[in-house]
Each structure stands twice: as C-alpha cells, then as structure tokens.
C-alpha cells in the first residue's frame, strides 16, 4: 500500500475518504499475502484429500481456459463438444487456502482479468452504475470473487445478473464462500424469486468441497489477544515513536464512524497505517454495527495490519444471538481473523 502518511499517531475517525469506480476497479487484485501465490506454492493437507483433489481440479480448469484462448479457441472446428461449466466454486471452511488457490488461478490467467471481495464487486456497481459496471468488466477472460455470500435479497438479484451477462460473453468465473452454491441464502430469505435466482446462479459452476484445518489458528489458543485499553495505548505511542504510522482509536468511535463511510471505502480508511490500537472493545448488540465491522476487518486482513486491542478480545464482540443467526458464517470468518490479527507479530518497538 503506497501513502506519503508521516510516521506517528493517526486516527481513522477523522478519515473521510472518497473513492471512484475507477479506483475500485484498479484495486481488484489480489491482496498482498497473495501476491506470489501459484498452485505450486499450495501445499495440501495429507489428512484431508479434497484438498489435492480441488488442486488438481483447478490446474485442469486453468488447462482447459487457456485452451480456450489460443487461435481458434472456442470456435475452432476441431473442438470437441464443451464439458466445462463457465464457473468453479471452492467450498470449504475458514482458513483451508480457498483465497490462495484463488489467486493462483488468478495468476495463471491471461488477458483482462479481475480479483475482488463480493463487496468490492456490488460497491463497484454502486459507484459506477450496472451498465457501466457491466462494459468496464466485458471481456474480461476471468472474474475471481472471494467470498461469495448471498445474505441480502438485493444483492442475490444484482449479483446473478450481473454474472450471467458477464459469463453470457465468455468470462469464466471462479468463487470462494463458505456456503455451496445452491445454498445461498437459506436461512435468510425464502422468496420463490430468490430461490430461483439462487439455484440459475448455481447451475453456472462446478462446486469443489475444501476440508481442513483452519491454518490462522493452528498456532494460536483459539481466542484473540487483548490488553488493558492502557496498554493498547502505550503500545500505540510506542511504535510511533519507533517511525510507525499506528491508527489509535476508541471502539465506540471507530463504530459509529464506519456507519457514516460507505463500505467501499473502508480500504481508504487505512491508507498508509502499519498498525491498529483500539481502546474499548466490547460486546455488540447491533447487527448493523456488526457487520459494518465485518467488511473493516475484511479491509485490515487483506492489507495485513495487526491489530492491538484494548478491552474484550475481537473474536468476542459477536453476541450469542448474532452468532445463531443468517449471519453466522459472515461473524465466524471475521473471528479467524481478528484471532490471526491480534496474534502476529507487531513492527520493532521499544
């Protein structure tokens, strides 16, 4: 992340940053932890199998889309018959290296091609109009959406439609999500129309089950770091003090400011930070809030800031009722990584 931020205390509350289509569109590549992740690189479970077999999968997906693209390609007389859906979706939990064989694939395409969080794609229809959202993406050769979850009826229908023009051009498209596809949005809305928008979706892709370990919390107790709010701030001034650019900030307030900040612009917000201190953090009790903090920490994780809190640890800011709803996967990710957030190691300081 590039930013001319001076070294010291800053605050995210007092960031009210605006962002274009344009930029949203630049950005969608994979976040920095991936930047050099190829197939070779994965290295598979032996315990868990599926995780060589969607391996192996993928490197047949990426064979048979380059194929596609050399002359004659799709429309070449000697081409046999199609067996390829247009899509594949990597099913599986938290932390197997669903996003990182996603970005391998993403590494291997050729031509246009685009990487991006769920949010990142409506946020970018948002900024930039359907149609226009629709002509900046056609062409391109393959679309990766991290984090495929349909839990808002509006974006079911946004979504599907959007992909079926895009895949009705030639894009092939590859997704993550903790959910499989045909059960997106159970749970959560029960509408015939949904349903039918749902299951059109899933007929598009191939779905690869991903069984495993979650890798962020292999080395941890299973809970979030947290310190007194006391030493959250002494740790703040320390760093800055060290040359580091540390966002201190009070829970509550940070809260309240990610409600007045559309999500696409979160990944504005730290522009520039190396490290994050909140002071306060307690339970919540407000979905909205909840899920606002949710992208946030989608932000933060992609841009791997760790994060030093003051207070209850992050992984329990999620009440119990929050945590039996529609929402739950969405609150369960975002618990895997604020554990691996507050966990890693934080830059020199005295």
């Given at each position: ?51 060589q077999a969607a391996l192996d999968r993928l490197n047949e997906f990426a064979g048979a889309w380059r194929a596609a693209q050399r002359p004659g390609g799709f429309f070449s007389r000697r081409r046999p018959a199609r067996i390829e859906l247009p899509g594949v979706y990597l099913d599986g939990g938290f932390g197997v290296g669903k996003t990182h064989l996603l ?111 979650d890798y962020r919390r292999r080395d941890t107790d299973g809970h979030a770091a947290s310190v007194d709010d006391e030493a959250a701030g002494n740790t703040a001034r320390a760093l800055a003090a060290n040359g580091h650019v540390v966002a201190l900030d009070d829970f509550d307030a940070l809260i309240a400011h990610l409600a007045t900040v559309h999500p696409s ?86």
């Amino acid at each position: 992340m590039t930013s001319s931020t001076t070294a010291g205390i800053v605050s995210i509350v007092d960031r009210n940053p605006t962002i274009t289509g344009t930029e949203i569109a630049g950005e969608l590549t994979p976040p920095p932890q991936f930047e050099h992740a190829s197939f070779e690189s994965y290295r598979p479970d032996p315990d868990f199998p599926s995780q060589q077999a969607a391996l192996d999968r993928l490197n047949e997906f990426a064979g048979a889309w380059r194929a596609a693209q050399r002359p004659g390609g799709f429309f070449s007389r000697r081409r046999p018959a199609r067996i390829e859906l247009p899509g594949v979706y990597l099913d599986g939990g938290f932390g197997v290296g669903k996003t990182h064989l996603l970005a391998a694939l993403w590494h291997v395409a050729h031509g246009p091609k685009y990487f991006g969080t769920f949010i990142e794609y409506t946020a970018l229809v948002g900024a930039l109009g359907y149609a226009n959202a629709v002509e900046l993406l056609r062409g391109a050769k393959l679309i990766c959406i991290d984090e495929f979850e349909l839990d808002d009826p509006g974006d079911t229908m946004l979504m599907t439609r959007f992909l079926g023009e895009l895949m009705a051009s030639g894009t092939r498209v590859a997704a993550t999500s903790n959910t499989p596809p045909n059960a997106l949005g159970e749970g959560r809305f029960a509408a015939a129309d949904f349903l039918r928008e749902i299951h059109a979706l899933s007929s598009n892709f191939e779905t690869l089950r991903i069984d495993g370990l979650d890798y962020r919390r292999r080395d941890t107790d299973g809970h979030a770091a947290s310190v007194d709010d006391e030493a959250a701030g002494n740790t703040a001034r320390a760093l800055a003090a060290n040359g580091h650019v540390v966002a201190l900030d009070d829970f509550d307030a940070l809260i309240a400011h990610l409600a007045t900040v559309h999500p696409s612009k979160y990944v504005k917000l730290i522009d520039g930070v190396e490290v994050i201190a909140l002071r306060g953090v307690h339970e919540l009790n407000d979905q909205n809030a909840a899920l606002r903090l949710v992208a946030f920490i989608d932000r933060v994780y992609d841009a791997e800031i760790p994060i030093v809190a003051g207070g209850l640890g992050l992984d329990q800011v999620f009440d119990a009722e929050m945590l039996a709803g529609g929402y739950r996967k969405k609150y369960l990710r975002a618990m895997s990584r604020m554990i691996a957030l507050t966990t890693g190691e934080l830059p020199p300081h005295d």
